[in-house]
């Protein structure tokens, strides 16, 4: 690959909604107060943005291991456009607090990209960053496994019927949690090991691979349809700050939202070990 098309790579991000459902994006162009995101129709995780959404890009004002101190922007879509010519959709976040300094070069993903500081060797970022995701998903792992005895106090379904859904759908869904958590160990372990350079980084770790295991493995409208309003005893369990569902549900799409900053932090370590 030419150093040109190199400087000008731009490589899928992940975002979420408001109520944490992620969703992939493309970068286009950052200012001090706006943004141009790409959500184009080959992404696997694509959603349909609308005017008023309020959206976290997860990007950092600097990269840190830090959370509460690198930041994380966000903000309102205010503009959206079809285009051909990048197969997708194309929408313009106002973010909800500038992003940098007016005087600085940010107007394009490869500014904002090149300029970012970083506190600390990007090595040592980048092995920090896997770590702690892999102890977010830990805790993923934890809130899940609290949460499975809550549905069978609301729900509808009979023993017998529970019991299935039970073995075939929630713990399903907690041996994907525990088979995720595992591989971020591993990845750990390995980078931990053997990147010690820069140009390292890129050999080490697979963004596509990463962005899998990263991937929720909780689905909030999959878990409206399985218990819906039918099967449930008059209450919309996603919508009552009262119920111990909400609470976990809540803290698990925290934990994952954390996931979705570390990871976008990493992809723009990975750009700059290979600029």
Request: proline content about 2%; charged content about 25%.
């Amino acid at each position: 690959m030419k150093s040109s098309e190199i400087a000008s790579l731009k490589l899928p991000l992940l975002g979420s909604l408001k109520n944490g459902e992620p969703f992939e994006y493309l970068l286009l162009s950052i200012d001090e107060d706006s943004a141009e995101i790409g959500l184009l129709q080959w992404f696997v995780n694509r959603l349909q943005l609308h005017i008023g959404d309020k959206i976290d890009l997860h990007l950092p004002y600097f990269l840190s291991t830090e959370f509460k101190l690198r930041g994380d922007i966000s903000g309102t879509v205010i503009g959206a456009k079809h285009s051909e010519e990048n197969q997708g959709e194309i929408y313009l976040v106002t973010l909800s607090k500038k992003i940098t300094d007016p005087d600085a070069k940010c107007d394009s993903f490869d500014n904002y990209t090149k300029e970012l500081e970083a506190r600390g060797p990007l090595t040592d970022l980048v092995i920090h960053l896997i770590k702690d995701t892999m102890i977010l998903k830990s805790g993923i792992r934890v809130y899940f496994k609290h949460l499975i005895p809550y549905f069978s106090r609301i729900s509808g379904y009979s023993h017998q019927e529970y019991e299935k859904l039970a073995r075939y759908f929630l713990h399903d869904i907690e041996i994907r949690i525990i088979d995720n958590e595992a591989k971020l160990e591993e990845l750990y372990l390995n980078t931990k090991k053997k990147i010690t350079k820069l140009e390292e980084i890129a050999v080490y770790v697979d963004l596509e691979s990463l962005r899998q295991i990263l991937e929720s493995e909780i689905s909030l409208s999959l878990f409206n349809v399985v218990f819906s309003q039918e099967k449930t005893t008059k209450l919309s369990i996603f919508s009552s700050a009262k119920t111990g569902i909400f609470m976990y549900i809540n803290a698990i799409k925290s934990l994952e939202k954390r996931l979705y900053s570390n990871y976008n932090q990493i992809v723009i370590i990975y750009l700059k070990s290979i600029i």
